[in-house]
């Protein structure tokens, strides 16, 4: 009988991708009824369904005809779990597209609609929409809620899939955080999605209550229960996107307060706060080591801002305490709201922010870049060093937390930093030479700080991409090489460059 040839690849490819594409299948269909949420809302403002129900039907059709077509699902393991997150990722984005090219006129071209895709869900928050009023509400709610559930998915990758894969030290920084060594990764990804499925939809339930009490009480007229529901989505996932086009500027002081504490908490690791809040042991959180760096850290920078706003003068009294703290939360946390157009500001404003995005939020956050345990990881490896030169004979393991972190760990973790800066500065020359060649103003300092911003999921960069502005100006090759970013700088890199090495595909 003869044998089907996807048959006989499978058996001589080091990797299962008939597995990985079933997971890939059964993963990508409940994402069909994603799109019931913003039909709701275009039934209820009476606004045209249709975009939202065929791409519904268009992504549970080839999940489920994908899943068919395949089998061995529950035989996924680690390798394949990189060929099933680089894939399931892009295909959320692309799928989430659809709507925009159907019924967006900003975003019907496939590049741009990608790019807003992307941006929603890897919880980045660029944008290259320059008209957000013609933004009708269930195309607004749309992106706004794709944020939301790229939130979801980012804890899950953090917390189960990633150190299942081993991806730069989360191995053994992590392992505590993740179901047992016995389960495959669709057990994984289900065990590890009911545990903080609850807590991120409650804290999301209470950002949400909170803001509309703000409105309803008049505290914040601009406050509407769409505002509130729309940014209570984006809050928690420090995802950045807003209906409106200047962010949070136009909202009370006291609503930006709030913000800035749901920030803090959505760029506090979810392992801790389950622990803290679910468990009920706030002991946890006080215990660990890179939550005490993530709160010193934040009220560093925020104080140093405010020494810079206050020099420059453009605000007095609360208003320049309330600013240096929400823009300052808003990029460690890489959520990318803004209070104020801190692209107008001094140079070193700025520099404060881009800082304070390279710091980035913690692991096991909703938030992007580098995260924060790394930086403290290499900070204790910079002190080892510097004993052990004074000291040869000196013996001393590297601890966090009070467990030690093996040699194999942290050379991952450096060898993932000097990837991450190199795509960062790749990116930015990419972005300069073709602004250059296509009469674009795009100086070196803000190609690099747009690139970190998109590698970091931050959202805002500086000059025409600022936090009022919008990433239109560039080219669709630029707007690619951005959505690599985000894409790349979302799934911690790795995962996609494995898949680029012959020795993942051999048997």
């Not at 005809?65 to 997150?85: D, Q, Y």
């Not at 803290?276 to 215990?287: E, Q």
């Not at 692209?343 to 710091?359: D, K």
């Not at 990419?430 to 674009?440: A, H, M, N």
Request: glycine fraction near 10%.
């Amino acid at each position: 009988m003869r044998v089907p040839s996807i048959v006989r690849r499978r058996s001589t490819l080091g990797v299962d991708v008939v597995a990985a594409l079933n997971l890939v299948g059964s993963l990508t269909t409940p994402l069909g009824l994603a799109f019931l949420v913003p039909a709701a809302f275009a039934v209820g403002y009476g606004e045209p369904v249709w975009p939202f129900l065929v791409s519904g039907v268009i992504t549970a059709a080839f999940g489920t005809g994908l899943e068919r077509l395949t089998s061995g699902k529950a035989h996924v393991r680690g390798r394949e779990g990189f060929l099933v997150v680089a894939l399931l990722w892009l295909l959320i984005a692309v799928f989430g597209a659809l709507p925009y090219l159907f019924a967006e006129p900003q975003l019907t071209h496939p590049v741009d609609a990608l790019f807003e895709s992307m941006s929603g869900f890897s919880t980045t928050g660029a944008s290259v929409i320059t008209d957000f009023e013609a933004l009708s509400r269930s195309m607004a709610m749309w992106r706004q809620f794709t944020q939301w559930l790229g939130g979801l998915g980012i804890i899950v990758l953090f917390l189960a899939v990633l150190p299942r894969l081993g991806v730069a030290g989360r191995q053994a920084l992590f392992r505590s955080e993740a179901p047992g060594p016995e389960m495959g990764l669709e057990a994984t990804i289900r065990e590890t999605a009911r545990r903080f499925l609850a807590l991120y939809v409650g804290l999301t339930m209470l950002a949400c209550v909170v803001l509309a009490v703000l409105g309803w009480t008049g505290v914040d007229e601009r406050m509407t229960p769409y505002q509130a529901v729309a940014h209570g989505l984006t809050s928690a996932a420090t995802g950045g996107f807003s209906p409106e086009a200047r962010s949070m500027e136009g909202f009370a002081p006291a609503t930006q307060w709030i913000v800035v504490v749901l920030m803090i908490m959505g760029g506090t690791n979810f392992a801790l706060l389950y622990a803290g809040i679910v468990l009920r042991r706030p002991a946890s959180l006080v215990r660990d080591e890179e939550f005490r760096w993530y709160l010193l850290l934040l009220a560093l920078a925020s104080l140093v801002m405010l020494v810079a706003l206050e020099d420059d003068g453009t605000f007095a009294g609360e208003a320049v305490v309330r600013h240096a703290v929400f823009n300052t939360v808003s990029m460690m946390t890489t959520t990318g709201y803004a209070s104020a157009d801190f692209n107008l500001w001094s140079p070193l404003a700025t520099l404060v922010l881009f800082g304070a995005v390279m710091i980035s939020a913690s692991a096991g956050s909703t938030g992007g870049g580098i995260k924060l345990v790394r930086h403290v990881v290499v900070a204790k490896m910079l002190s080892r060093e510097l004993r052990t030169t004074v000291h040869p004979e000196l013996v001393a393991p590297l601890r966090l937390n009070g467990s030690v972190v093996d040699e194999r760990t942290l050379r991952a973790m450096i060898v993932f930093l000097f990837i991450y800066l190199g795509v960062c500065a790749i990116s930015a020359v990419l972005l300069l030479l073709d602004s250059s060649l296509r009469g674009v103003n795009l100086t070196a300092y803000h190609a690099l700080v747009d690139s970190a911003a998109a590698l970091s999921n931050a959202g805002p960069g500086l000059g025409f991409a600022g936090p009022m502005g919008s990433y239109a100006p560039f080219s669709d090759e630029s707007k690619l090489v951005l959505t690599a970013e985000m894409y790349l700088g979302r799934l911690e890199i790795v995962p996609v460059l494995v898949l680029l090495s012959r020795g993942f595909w051999r048997r």
